[in-house]
């Protein structure tokens, strides 16, 4: 089984298994730094690093619940995996969560799965091959304005009195899942997506492959490429869009200095 079929298998089997785990009611505290967890998440990353594990042995682990191991540091090949993408939604009984797997090599990922068992929506991509929904090929949109375009991000930070030069009407929504909300501009459901805070390897791997290879524009807000398996595990910020929007975008953000 190659590493696609297979980390979509594992993707499929941990959907059930978090949506199982919902209906039967969650176990739900606090991690340190104050965001949520619950028992699913941690059933479901244990699911997925027996499984994968079993079947790749000499792959790396990083996980958003798994305690760090620097020997994956070492190894030739690694899973980046977020077990439960959009923790806040999945309590709350709403489907914009996903299980996020990436086989990342050599600081980039060669296969990604993001799979929303609630939408029945899975994405899917490898180095070589193309972006899909469900097995049909995706790609971003052809919208050309801000004005107007559909955007997923913070709509108080768009509104923000501080801008140079204030945004356009455009159509604001937001999504818990990170990876989600990649995944619908790779599909053109929305036109960009933008996050002005540093983003976890683990919220981005699997789905900045489904974006390349969609033909969206995937980097931070100054414009740089990212690399993963890094011993400090965090990309600085997002931008996400469409090829025409993309440069129009960088040049409203460019100019910030993130702490």
């Known amino acids: 089984m190659n590493d696609l079929d ?19 009611g969650l176990k739900i505290w606090s991690k340190e730094g104050g965001s949520p967890v619950t028992d699913a998440d941690l059933a479901v990353d244990t699911l997925l690093k027996t499984e994968l594990g079993a079947e790749r042995p000499g792959y790396g682990w990083l996980s958003e619940e798994t305690v760090d191991d620097p020997a994956r ?44 068992p609630a939408l029945n929506e899975t994405y899917a991509a490898t180095v070589d091959g193309p972006a899909t929904l469900n097995g049909v090929i995706i790609e971003p949109s052809a919208t050309q304005s801000l004005e107007g375009s559909a955007m997923l991000g913070d709509a108080k930070m768009f509104a923000h009195p501080a801008w140079r030069e204030p945004w356009p009407d455009m159509r604001i929504e937001s999504r818990n899942s990170i990876a989600y909300r990649m995944c619908l501009v790779a599909a053109g459901t929305f036109d960009a997506a933008i996050a002005l805070s540093p ?49 129009l975008i960088l040049s409203r953000v460019g100019h910030i200095e993130l702490p």
């Open 6 to 24: 297979l980390i979509l298998q594992a993707a499929r089997e941990a959907g059930e298994l978090a949506l199982a785990a919902r209906e039967g």
């Open 73 to 116: 540091l070492t190894t030739t090949r690694q899973f980046v995996v977020d077990p439960i993408d959009g923790t806040a939604a999945f309590m709350k009984g709403k489907p914009w969560f996903a299980v996020s797997i990436a086989v990342v090599e050599n600081g980039q990922p060669v296969a990604g799965v993001v799979h929303a």
């Open 199 to 247: 983003k976890s390897e683990w919220d981005v791997a699997a789905a900045d492959l489904i974006c390349r290879r969609a033909g969206a524009w995937l980097s931070d807000h100054k414009g740089r490429d990212f690399a993963y398996n890094r011993p400090v595990p965090l990309v600085p910020s997002l931008v996400c869009a469409n090829r025409a929007l993309a440069p």
